[in-house]
């Protein structure tokens, strides 16, 4: 089916709708989002352009460190890593490299980025390449070549929606299936469609994550496929943000481009952001239709290059020279930038999947993290708990508490895309490698990266700051409120004093309501209700069985009671009864006797201990216990 590219040119404002109202129901699973920046016509005001969230926020935890303050920064995806010293020594080489050179980059560097997909499985021809400062401004960029309104994932990068809306576009939330974030569902997709041209709009475009910021999670295969064949449909370009391929965290799980489906319609980005740690250095690429299949897509590819280069041509002009010289280096995949990524991979998956752990045993659904270093819990089924304790109802109210009570900074959902009702945030682990690139080059080459001090003691941080938001703690021991904690100190006392427990003896009520002792009815039925204790293991694992004392005290209890002629032997030195038994921890040895009482005094029948009568006004007890009692997460109503 043939592609039509539109031309480079601001869309026109939105359209009045031409369908009669019987065009149909709006999806609630596609969400047009308003255009940012929008402001009344005639007005000259300037527009209201707010700071990219995950700036922002990066921003604000910069300041509040700056100021001595306690922070823990889950907020900005970044990798936190230092850069490798052979792309510095590159860098450094290229410094004396001042001219602009070409819009879509140099020579070198295209071919490099071509190389870079061919062996991955995507065969590219230098002259499908685009280089720009970070894929960021390609996305800008390709998104004003294209024109019309653009389908996103909902939950997806805060920069898609509002690129689209920076250019009066449109942008269509369209909801995700479950695990697989990064993709919008292919039958909601169609629908969006068809509800966008139905209201008079034309949605041109559909933005995918592979793998997924915020959500960490990677698209099925077979997902990929049915959204291509909703674009062929209904002749959509595919843009597919690949910057996260190479740190998924199992190398043998299937990743599949759009591109190996519809190559004649899907242009992929990609950029040395995230799986070089290189973000500040802003150098991405972009790989237009056809790649390097003239049949395919070739015609749709040659317009979106001379678009994409006319429009960067007024806005960056030519990314960076010495920074190109270092990119070409870094996607000719040297073996030591391949050895960098692996151990990047591997911390990233080690510390990502180790705070996703805390976030469950604090009562959230985490998604499993699949590559980068993103989560996505969501606090639902604590919802109850966090209003009651916190007066949380959105997103937002969820992260402004973590960051006001303690210094946490994630981004709420909200800001992807979600219904603010959603307790949903974004944590992203980058920056908890350390804060010395000393301390992250040990992390990044520690085989037990999770041992290392500062990243245990973030990791510790995150559970008490967990534990105090929710009342859940990581053992799922359920912290309760006050009065909930006075009542159930005052059932544990009610409950202690009617079991009465007597050290290691078991006390059932009689029939008259008096406790009852087992051996007061039954001759030698104390030593079967008795907790049994044994002697000290011999070498071969055995235990020594304990021999019973010839007279009437229950075996193994120590008295000193009246007519109880034996008692333990802590001794072990010789001529002790312990030591003819080397196997026996505590022994029996004879007592002296004590003198007999005086008539009338009180006194235990012969032959029996005291503690074992019933009647006796001595019968010892324990204190009931005061601790608190763990109880279950589940254990009390929410």
């Not at 291509?228 to 943000?241: G, K, P, R, T, Y």
């Not at 520690?446 to 500062?454: A, K, N, R, V, Y």
């Amino acid at each position: 089916m043939a592609s039509t590219a539109m031309p480079p040119v601001l869309p026109a404002p939105p359209a009045t709708p031409s369908a009669p109202d019987t065009a149909g129901t709006p999806d609630p699973a596609v969400t047009p989002y308003g255009p940012a920046g929008h402001r009344p016509s005639g007005s000259l005001a300037p527009a209201a352009i707010a700071v990219s969230p995950t700036l922002a926020a990066n921003e604000v935890m910069a300041a509040r460190k700056a100021r001595g303050e306690q922070v823990l920064p889950l907020a900005f995806g970044e990798a936190g890593l230092p850069a490798h010293p052979a792309l510095r020594l590159a860098l450094a080489e290229a410094a004396g490299r001042t001219g602009y050179g070409p819009v879509a980059g140099q020579a070198a560097l295209r071919e490099a980025a071509a190389g870079y997909w061919t062996r991955r499985g995507l065969r590219t021809s230098a002259d499908a390449v685009v280089c720009g400062p970070g894929s960021k401004s390609l996305l800008f960029g390709l998104m004003l070549a294209i024109g019309g309104d653009v389908a996103v994932p909902r939950p997806s990068w805060v920069t898609y929606a509002a690129q689209a809306s920076l250019l009066g576009a449109r942008p269509y939330f369209v909801d995700i299936r479950p695990g697989e974030g990064g993709v919008p569902d292919p039958a909601q997709l169609g629908s969006a469609v068809r509800q966008a041209r139905a209201d008079g709009r034309q949605i041109r475009s559909v933005i995918l994550t592979l793998p997924d910021n915020p959500t960490g999670t990677l698209a099925r295969p077979g997902t990929i496929r049915e959204l291509c064949q909703v674009a062929e449909e209904h002749d959509l370009i595919i843009v597919s943000d690949e910057i996260y391929r190479d740190l998924v965290h199992d190398t043998a799980a299937p990743f599949t481009s759009p591109a190996c489906y519809a190559p004649g319609r899907t242009i992929v980005t990609t950029a040395l952001s995230k799986s070089l740690a290189l973000g500040g250095w802003r150098i991405g690429a972009a790989r237009l239709p056809g790649g390097a299949d003239a049949e395919a897509g070739e015609h749709l590819g040659r317009r979106l290059r001379s678009g994409l280069i006319g429009i960067g041509s007024e806005i960056w002009s030519a990314p960076a020279a010495p920074i190109q010289q270092a990119a070409a280096f870094a996607f000719s995949d040297p073996p030591e930038l391949a050895e960098r990524i692996a151990l990047s991979r591997r911390l990233h998956r080690e510390v990502v999947r180790a705070v996703a752990g805390r976030f469950a045993a604090a009562g959230a659904i985490v998604p499993p993290p699949q590559a980068a270093f993103y989560l996505y819990p969501d606090f639902g089924p604590v919802r109850d708990r966090l209003r009651a304790r916190h007066g949380v109802d959105t997103s937002d109210d969820l992260a402004a508490l973590l960051l006001q009570r303690n210094g946490v900074g994630v981004l709420a959902g909200s800001a992807f895309g979600e219904d603010p009702g959603a307790l949903r945030v974004r944590v992203a682990t980058g920056l908890l490698y350390g804060e010395t690139n000393r301390q992250r080059e040990c992390a990044l080459t520690s085989g037990t990266p999770l041992e290392l001090p500062w990243i245990a003691a973030a990791l510790d941080r995150i559970a008490e700051v967990l534990a105090d938001l929710t009342g859940v703690s990581a053992n799922g021991a359920v912290e309760l409120y006050p009065e909930a904690r006075s009542a159930l100190f005052r059932l544990e006392k009610e409950l202690t004093r009617a079991r009465r427990p007597q050290g290691r003896r078991t006390f059932t009520p009689g029939e008259d309501g008096r406790p009852a002792h087992p051996a007061a009815a039954t001759p030698g039925a104390w030593a079967a209700h008795r907790r049994p204790t044994s002697g000290r293991s011999t070498g071969g694992g055995s235990r020594a069985p304990r021999t019973p004392p010839p007279t009437g005290c229950p075996a193994g209890v120590r008295s000193s009671r009246p007519g109880c002629g034996w008692t333990r032997d802590r001794r072990r030195g010789p001529g002790s009864a312990a030591a003819s038994r080397p196997n026996s921890r505590r022994t029996l040895r004879p007592r002296r006797r004590r003198p007999p009482r005086p008539p009338g005094a009180e006194s235990g029948r012969a032959g029996v201990c005291q503690a074992a009568d019933p009647a006796s006004p001595r019968r010892p007890a324990r204190r009931a216990s005061r601790r608190r009692t763990a109880l279950p997460a589940d254990a009390l109503p929410r």
